[in-house]
């Protein structure tokens, strides 16, 4: 019996989690899971990153997917969820550009290649806790690919960052997706500032060791680079 329980608990506790294994353009979804969009590590256990300075933070993959979506610059994107997203935290958007000689089915994501597209801030909800865009959604938070993104092949990257139990270190959960794309009808913008992942984060940002039961909701620091929106 106790076994059993613990079982059920266990099961209980990884439908919590989730994975965003299709990215929808401007409505229109991946025609199945993982096509465009990197298989990650979590697949099945549904278990988000910890470590903020790991080398899973970057895509949490190991493996490329076979397809490169197009997007349209000025679309508006978002990823499917496999569980609703109930934990509160940031959901942030990067691009990274593949470089030239190199191709999205390849790319792996490495060097100071990424830029900040997008990203949440809290709000307080009747309880006084804060709570974030898209929490207990089916989808993740929607953002827009800057219309002034240069044309080209580019990694997207999403990050959802559960903070629940964030005022212990490497206790933040990322849940993270990465998509292989190509960016069309851009325009001449300089994205910026470029980091590197892992490196743009610290196991004690402010945004990634912290406690969300005691900070108002403009407090909140989102972890990684400054927005560029076009
Ligand atoms: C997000 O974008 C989709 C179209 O891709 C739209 O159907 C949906 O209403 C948008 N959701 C929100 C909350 O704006
Ligand atoms: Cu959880």
Redesign the pocket.
């Known amino acids: 019996m106790q076994l059993l329980t613990g079982l059920l608990l266990a099961a209980t ?1 990884v439908q ?2 989730y994975t965003f294994p299709r990215l929808v353009v401007n409505g229109k979804s991946e025609e199945k899971d993982w096509s465009a969009t990197r298989m990650t590590k979590n697949a099945q256990s549904k278990q ?1 990153v910890e470590s903020a300075t790991s080398g899973d933070i970057r895509c949490y993959t190991s493996q490329t997917a076979a397809n490169v979506a197009t997007v349209p610059a000025g679309s508006t994107i978002h990823y499917i969820s496999t569980q609703q997203i ?2 509160p935290g940031p959901t942030q958007y990067y691009l990274a550009k593949v470089p030239a000689g190199s191709s999205a089915k390849t790319f792996d994501g490495s060097g100071a290649v990424w830029f900040k597209i997008a990203t949440t801030m809290p709000t307080v909800d009747n309880n006084k806790q804060l709570v974030w865009p898209g929490q207990n959604a089916y989808t993740t938070t929607n953002t827009t690919i800057p219309a002034s993104t240069p044309n080209g092949e580019y990694l997207l990257r999403v990050e959802q960052i ?1 903070l ?2 964030a005022s212990q270190p490497n206790k933040a ?1 990322f849940y993270i997706a990465c998509s292989q794309i190509e960016i069309t009808g851009g325009g001449n913008g300089t994205p910026g500032p470029l980091v590197a992942l892992p490196g743009a984060y610290k196991t004690n940002d402010p945004g990634i060791l912290v406690n969300l039961y005691s900070m108002q909701p403009n407090e909140y620091k989102p972890p990684g680079p400054a927005v560029w929106s076009g």
Do not use: K, L, P, V
Request: hydrophobic fraction near 40%; proline fraction near 0%.
């Open positions: 506790a919590a989690h988000g109930n934990h559960a629940h139990m959960q």
